[in-house]
């Protein structure tokens, strides 16, 4: 008798994408709906490695002027000055704030970069049917998913800011180029996350147990 797993899709079932229904595979081989919630069925999401690499990509390339044009642009009746992420990172840790630094490097600096690096091994690993290490690859996933909200630490100071010193008439603050980036690093990741099936991890284990057997 075979020790090979029996899936889901091997059964005939599929799992909805949005309402995480199970239902079974019409047998007229037709295109499959959920029954719930009416959503399109497929066995895995479709071009799924193809889309999360565009969007990696797309994030990439964003994580550039994120990194190096403004992301905050303060006025005042003694001159403007324009501050990069990394740079309001030095003056916190300059100014005795380097607990607050700290935490702006690891959520705008460190986190986005290694979500982009994370998911870039997950589609690598899968594309070479990897098979080590597939429980702590779906936990990373999970970690990707969990923390992409997390993400936008610098826009919500820069708007908390700017909102507290527009109060007064002595200085304007308001957010840089590098914040429509920034925003647009966590948003295509968080997009790449969604179009990734975590279940291609799991398909080349069982196609080479099924060589096997």
């Not at 994370?118 to 990897?130: D, E, G, H, I």
């Amino acid at each position: 008798m075979s020790g090979t797993p029996v899936t889901a899709a091997a059964r005939g079932l599929l799992s909805c994408h949005d309402c995480g229904l199970v239902s079974k595979a019409p047998q007229t081989g037709g295109a499959a709906h959920c029954p719930r919630c009416s959503a399109r069925l497929h066995v895995r999401k479709p071009e799924s490695v193809a889309r999360a690499w565009a969007l990696l990509i797309a994030a990439y390339i964003m994580y550039v002027p994120a990194n190096i044009l403004p992301m905050m642009e303060t006025g005042s009746l003694f001159g403007s000055q324009d501050d990069t992420i990394m740079s309001g990172v030095v003056y916190l840790w300059s100014s005795g704030s380097w607990d607050l630094a700290v935490v702006v490097f690891i959520a705008s600096i460190m986190v986005p970069l290694l979500k982009l690096i994370a998911m870039t091994l997950l589609l690598v690993s899968v594309q070479l049917r990897s098979v080590r290490l597939l429980v702590q690859r779906t936990r990373l996933y999970r970690v990707v998913e969990l923390v992409g909200r997390w993400s936008m630490l610098d826009i919500y100071v820069v708007t908390i800011l700017a909102a507290l010193v527009q109060i007064g008439s002595l200085a304007t603050i308001k957010a840089g180029p590098a914040a429509l980036a920034f925003g647009a690093v966590v948003v295509l990741t968080m997009f790449s996350a969604m179009q990734f099936d975590p279940r291609l991890i799991w398909d080349a284990l069982q196609k080479e147990r099924t060589e096997h057997d």
